[in-house]
T-cell receptor, first 118, second 108 residues
């Protein structure tokens, strides 16, 4: 099966500009996650979707970050306006499928988008 | 104190050496994951453990639930093993807490 797809792979912008990232999860996966990974740290959850509904956005800086998952498949994450501290790798992951009549929660990660804010 | 601690933070080795990376956690978990992250950023799952030991090729992962500790071993290390290794614990069915990672460099 195809993995989690993300684009772009790299993005360089100036502070105060806007940027958007796109994620296509594994087919059939109901849950989609966006993580932010700052250099030298582990990934931090920004937002979690179950189908097209938000399950957890408690750590999303809502004054500048927004995300949507229309139709419960693809998702976009937007930053507007960007700050220097937003420089990070943005990882998308998906999970939750039925295998052998059991719910499987293992997360599968995309290649990430490396954002540099100058 | 972080809920998931890894050690060491950085590790260098000569090709062929045996490598151990440790992970300790302080929360109740249902599973522990070892992940590999290459410089491009993408993460690949190596192991998912809830007890005992798993082996895949030159990689071995162990977990001691009572001591809340896991280790990842690489036997006969190779330069292509150079990556960041991340421990992540599943504290809810759909929630992970990640360690900060161990950066491994293996020199020929």
């Amino acid at each position: 099966e195809a993995g989690v797809a993300q684009s772009p792979r790299y993005k360089i912008i100036e502070k105060r500009q806007s940027v958007a990232f796109w994620c296509n999860p594994i087919s059939g996966h109901a849950t989609l996650y966006w993580y932010q990974q700052i250099l030298g740290q582990g990934p931090k959850l920004l937002i979690q979707f179950q189908n097209n509904g938000v399950v957890d956005d408690s750590q999303l800086p809502k004054d500048r970050f927004s995300a949507e998952r229309l139709k419960g498949v693809d998702s976009t994450l937007k930053i507007q306006p960007a700050k220097l501290e937003d420089s990070a790798v943005y990882l998308c992951a998906s999970s939750l499928r039925i295998q052998n009549r059991r719910l499987e929660h293992e997360q599968f990660f995309g290649p990430g988008t490396r954002l540099t804010v100058l | 104190k972080n809920e998931v601690e890894q050690s060491p933070q950085n590790l260098t080795a000569q090709e062929g050496e045996f490598i151990t990376i440790n992970c300790s956690y302080s929360v109740g978990i249902s599973a522990l994951h070892w992940l590999q992250q290459h410089p491009g950023g993408g993460i690949v799952s190596l192991f998912m453990l809830s007890s005992g030991k798993k082996k895949h090729g030159r990689l071995i992962a162990t977990i001691n639930i009572q001591e809340k500790h896991s280790s990842l071993h690489i036997t006969a290390s190779h330069p292509r093993d150079s990556a960041v290794y991340i421990c992540a614990v599943r504290w809810a069915p759909d929630k992970l807490i990640f360690g900060t990672g161990t950066r491994l460099q293996v020199f020929p």
